[in-house]
């Protein structure tokens, strides 16, 4: 609560500031990305180095480098030559918190990131659940639930709300885990980088012998260009799981919404944005 309390001033300075349609668009979109880590945000950086965008990542005066705008310009024409750098509101443009232009873009790309990862897994866990494979035992808090016939979403329904909580709080501490260990992504960490377990024992309740990233360290001798190469693969993937996910849910709820999947995926009358 105390952090919460002591963003809400630069909240509602950011707000009063927003005039024009176009800043409205940009809060929209930028409230979209905050989700549950507004809470766990660093403190402002009152000594933050001037906004200078070159070739280079800015320094930050806690000794770690953000991204700038070139940044993302480079990572875009690696990614999608065609495409290339696309931002028509002009976000990267945007401050948060009162923190400098470059801590927000590391912001705004750690939440891409992250909700590109989720969308990965939703999309995956969409498709596995739609073929009907699931764990073989039951709930946690529950008999076993029959899911033959049930749409994924009809499925999280039917689960019993003990092994619902169970799934948010796991997730809620891995959020909690990744802000707090390590070099945090608006004070020079990388953008996306999960802190392994094993490093931030005092983090932890007790000892986890695999990391959530690489777990049997399989890139662990991995070269630069490689890591380079899967970072721009992860990025173009979970923009496509994002358009993914969200289309299969869209066709279910509104039937013919998506016309490339119309009459292929069960309707859906529950509510989606209503998980409990």
């Known amino acids: ?22 800043e409205t668009m940009k809060l929209a979109v930028i409230a979209s990305l905050l989700g549950s880590v507004a809470a766990f945000a660093p403190a402002p950086n009152t000594g933050r180095a001037t906004t200078a965008v070159n070739s280079d990542m800015v320094p930050n005066t806690e000794g770690g480098k953000l991204m700038t705008k070139d940044d993302l310009i480079s990572l875009a024409e690696k990614s999608n030559p065609v495409l290339k750098y696309w931002d028509p509101i002009d976000l990267t443009s945007t401050t948060i918190f009162g923190e400098s232009n ?16 989720v969308a990965m897994a939703a999309f995956v866990g969409y498709v596995v659940q739609s073929n009907g494979i699931h764990f073989p035992w039951r709930q946690l808090g529950g008999d076993w639930v029959e899911t033959a016939g049930l749409s994924p979403p009809e499925q999280w329904d039917a689960m019993p709300d003990a092994a619902k909580y169970q799934i948010i ?38 000892s986890v012998p695999f990391n959530l990233f690489d777990p049997f360290r399989l890139s662990k001798n991995a070269s630069a260009e490689k890591k380079e190469l899967g970072l721009i693969k992860e990025m173009n993937n979970g923009r496509l799981a994002m358009i993914g996910i969200i289309g299969c849910l869209t066709e279910q709820k ?10 292929l995926l069960k309707h859906y009358d529950g509510e989606v944005m209503n998980p409990l």
């Open 254 to 263: 509104i039937e013919g919404s998506v016309p490339v999947i119309a009459g």
């Open 1 to 22: 609560h105390a952090t919460q309390q002591r963003f809400h001033p630069h909240i509602t300075i950011f707000v009063k500031e927003l005039s024009s349609k176009e």
């Open 102 to 117: 470059e801590a927000t873009i590391s912001f705004l790309r750690h939440a891409e990131i992250k909700h590109s990862r």
């Open 169 to 206: 709080c796991f997730v809620g501490f891995l959020e909690l885990f990744s802000e707090s260990a390590g070099t945090h992504y608006m004070r020079g960490g990388a953008p996306g980088r999960y802190p392994n377990f094993n490093d931030y024992p005092d983090n932890m309740f007790h």
